[in-house]
């Protein structure tokens, strides 16, 4: 059975589709479902992915707040960037489009999404909400499931890691940023390329998370 886990953001959207029964990895990644304008300065041939608060007012080249300050720029007349006019509604169209484009998402027969607090954060809980939406009607989904967040450190079964951060949220990420690592070098049945990309990767503790999340639901729910 295949199931899809999603950790939700505002900006980005961690995934893992995993084989329920050897717990192997099908499909692991971030999907970027930002609305918000970017930084187009580059850097090693890339354009900077930090939310672009400022323009040349002449060409419309969008910055972000520190590469404002870089001595390239320091001459140019710039003026604030837009706001968007609708952005929620912006949003949910770039989550539908974002998913429309991951085909092997439909192949799932169980989805599963970090449960938001709604009153916390509103736009949090719009985002998983559109992402359940989204499956309730597309495909042959058997079931989706909403999976609280302090549950996914609760699929470590390796030995005790040593943390002494006391802010329980940064601790929280630095262990399951741990626990990840070691369960995929258990499974052997893991392709390389995921170590790879988990080690090369931003956003470990996002894709941690939804790593973990699967693991959860795979060993006590399903």
Same mark, same amino acid.
């Given at each position: ?10 900006? &980005?959207?961690? %995934?893992?589709?995993?084989? /329920? ?7 692991? @990644? ?5 609305? !918000? ?9 890339? $354009?900077?992915? &930090? ?5 040349? #007012? ?17 001459? +140019?007349?710039?003026?604030? *960037?837009?706001?968007?006019? &609708?952005?929620?509604?912006? +949003? ?13 998402? +439909? ?11 709604? +009153?916390?954060?509103? *736009? ?7 992402? =359940?939406? %989204? ?16 549950? #996914?450190?609760?699929? =470590? *079964? @390796?030995?005790?890691? !040593? $943390?002494?951060?006391? !802010?329980? %949220? ?9 626990? *990840?690592? %070691? ?15 988990? !080690? ?7 894709? /941690?998370? /939804? ?12």
């Amino acid at each position: 059975m295949k199931i899809l886990s999603f950790d939700v953001g505002i900006k &980005n959207l961690a %995934y893992c589709q995993l084989d /329920s029964e050897d717990k192997s990895i099908l499909d692991w @990644g971030i999907l970027n479902i930002s609305v !918000e304008p970017t930084c187009q300065h580059k850097i090693k041939g890339k $354009c900077c992915e &930090n939310t672009a608060k400022k323009m040349v #007012k002449d060409t419309g080249f969008r910055l972000c707040t520190s590469h404002t300050k870089l001595k390239c720029y320091k001459d +140019l007349k710039l003026k604030n *960037t837009p706001k968007l006019k &609708n952005p929620m509604f912006d +949003l949910g169209k770039s989550i539908i489009k974002t998913l429309d484009e991951k085909k092997n998402f +439909l192949e799932s027969e169980i989805v599963i999404i970090e449960n938001q607090p709604a +009153l916390k954060n509103p *736009t949090m809980k719009s985002v998983q909400m559109i992402v =359940y939406s %989204y499956f309730l009607m597309k495909g042959s989904i058997k079931e989706i499931q909403m999976i609280n967040a302090r549950n #996914k450190l609760k699929s =470590y *079964t @390796g030995p005790k890691v !040593e $943390c002494d951060i006391k !802010e329980t %949220y940064k601790r929280n990420k630095f262990l399951a940023i741990q626990y *990840t690592r %070691y369960m995929l070098y258990q499974n052997q049945l893991i392709s390389h390329d995921y170590h790879k990309l988990f !080690e090369e990767s931003k956003k470990k503790d996002d894709l /941690s998370d /939804s790593y973990l999340q699967g693991l959860y639901f795979i060993d006590n729910i399903k």
